[in-house]
């Protein structure tokens, strides 16, 4: 049985109150983007007790893409790329941009999925599990005004929290996702701040001050990529329910700034 643990995601620990909403995507369409080295699954492992995502290695696949295979359990929560040493990406490059991945889920039919329930009140897997689960795109940014934003989630500190950013609405029921099949769909999002939410719920454009913060994560953006969570908890993992299939592998095969 699980242990009451707070999750972390990159290193930093969340607490995503968030309101799911409503799917909003486009049908996917051909292409590629970045290279395939940078990506990472973090993920949740026993070995820390769940309570840090450590970065596990993704399968390159044709195109430029990358993919990784869920777990049985909802450990798999952010697919990333470092953006530091990719000189395309340099501070500034992503303002004004779009976000856009083509992503698909190789699974059984009638494959569904989980989430991790960080209350431990869910319905499967001793509490810790419900079923479920979406994925959202993410990006973060090292905002250089800000000063002692300690490794911990800190309500008190909102100009803190503002350094993660994920889309909202724009998200895809994994159910959904597979059961599209290999065409899969492209998930897009301008860069702007309507279109995102930060890790302590705040969208981009809800103020003065969380506009200025999610521009200037936008201009010193360090990581994006896609999470996956489900309800409030939106980058604590998701995996498959191993009672409708026995795998399932999530596709990136395209991720463009455009």
């Known amino acids: 049985m699980r242990h009451l643990r707070l999750r972390v995601v990159v290193g930093l620990a969340v607490a995503l ?33 769940y309570t840090v995502p450590v970065a596990l290695p993704v399968t390159r696949i044709k195109g430029n893409g990358v993919s990784f295979d869920f777990y049985s359990t909802p450990e798999r929560a952010v697919l990333l790329y470092d953006m530091s040493q990719d000189k395309q990406f340099r501070p500034g490059k992503l303002v004004g941009r779009s976000l856009r991945a083509r992503v698909a889920i190789d699974a059984p039919v009638g494959a569904q999925f989980i989430y991790f329930n960080n209350n431990g009140t869910g319905g499967l897997q001793g509490g810790w599990a419900d079923p479920g689960g979406f994925v959202r795109l993410y990006f973060q940014g090292v905002n250089p005004d800000l000063v002692s934003c300690e490794p911990g989630w800190h309500p008190e500190r909102p100009d803190c929290e503002a350094q ?71 980058a604590f993992g998701c995996g498959f329910d191993e009672t409708t299939a026995s795998s399932a592998n999530f596709v990136l095969s395209q991720w463009v700034v455009k």
């Not at 799917?23 to 590629?32: E, F, H, N, P, S």
């Open 164 to 234: 993660y950013w994920w889309s909202n609405p724009l998200h895809i029921d994994l159910n959904d996702l597979a059961a599209l099949g290999a065409k899969g769909i492209t998930l897009e999002a301008l860069l702007s701040p309507e279109n995102w939410s930060d890790r302590d719920g705040h969208m981009g454009d809800s103020d003065a001050n969380h506009l200025a913060w999610f521009n200037a994560a936008v201009a010193n953006a360090t990581k994006m990529g896609l999470s996956f969570g489900g309800n409030g908890w939106w």
């Open 17 to 49: 109150l968030l309101v799911a909403s409503t799917t909003w995507a486009q049908r996917a369409k051909g292409g590629g983007g970045t290279t395939p080295g940078r990506w990472a699954i973090m993920t949740y492992v026993s070995d820390n007790n």
